[in-house]
């Protein structure tokens, strides 16, 4: 996994990660992260912003707070929804069907 700081410098020509993690943190602002990969950002996602288990062992609430959400009102029930959701932030490459014409995303 790379990532980078917004701040830092980031050269598009040369393969340099360009996808920006948009993941708002409360006080702290946007997360503004660099990753080479969709799966990359996501595991990002996964292990900082929705970790499994609340560091003062209060119940979760899984809200997506992914910069301009459509559904950042929307609270998910459990963890893994939240996380399927935040698939559909994120430019994964289309997997064709063998069988039929269709494309899907993971």
Known sequence: MYALRKSQTVDYQQGVPSLLCQWISGAHGPCNLYFNTAADLHQHISEVHVPTVRKDNTRTIHK??????????KVFKKRDQLLTHCKSHLTYPKHPCGECSAQFKW
């Open 64 to 73: 997506c707070n992914w910069s301009n959400c459509k559904r950042s009102d």
